[in-house]
Nanobody, 119 residues
Framework: QVQLVESGGGLVQAGGSLRLSCAAS????????MGWYRQAPGKQRELVAA???????NYADSAKGRFAISRDNAKNTVYLQMNSLKPEDTAVYYC?????????????WGQGTQVTVSS
């Protein structure tokens, strides 16, 4: 079982920056993949960025060049640095962990943190 707690959301003007944090209850070096998803009102949840235990990253096209995901294994924390924010980035951002145990993928979610970008 992995508990995830997000923080760092808030209200920011367009062009501004925010850094989201996701603290995990388990040592993240052993977790296969950790990522950030977002869900805007009336829309499906979508992947923003992900990072594997080996450090490989993957970004949605909308995040490339503006967002950066990183992990600090010593702090069991994953970060999402968001720069050049746009109003369309407004959403609830969720931390996700995919832990593979005995060949079975287990999915975990945080409670979400609101990001609002004003124009």
């Amino acid at each position: 079982q992995v508990q995830l707690v997000e923080s760092g959301g808030g209200l920011v003007q367009a062009g501004g920056s925010l850094r989201l944090s996701c603290a995990a209850s388990k040592r993240i070096f052993s977790i296969n993949t950790m990522g950030w998803y977002r869900q805007a009102p009336g829309k499906q949840r979508e992947l923003v960025a992900a990072i594997t235990s080996g450090g490989t990253t993957n970004y949605a096209d909308s995040a490339k060049g503006r967002f950066a995901i990183s992990r600090d294994n010593a702090k069991n924390t994953v970060y999402l640095q968001m720069n050049s924010l746009k109003p369309e980035d407004t959403a609830v951002y969720y931390c996700n962990a995919i832990d593979i145990i005995v060949g079975v993928s287990m999915y975990y979610w945080g409670q979400g943190t609101q990001v609002t970008v004003s124009s």
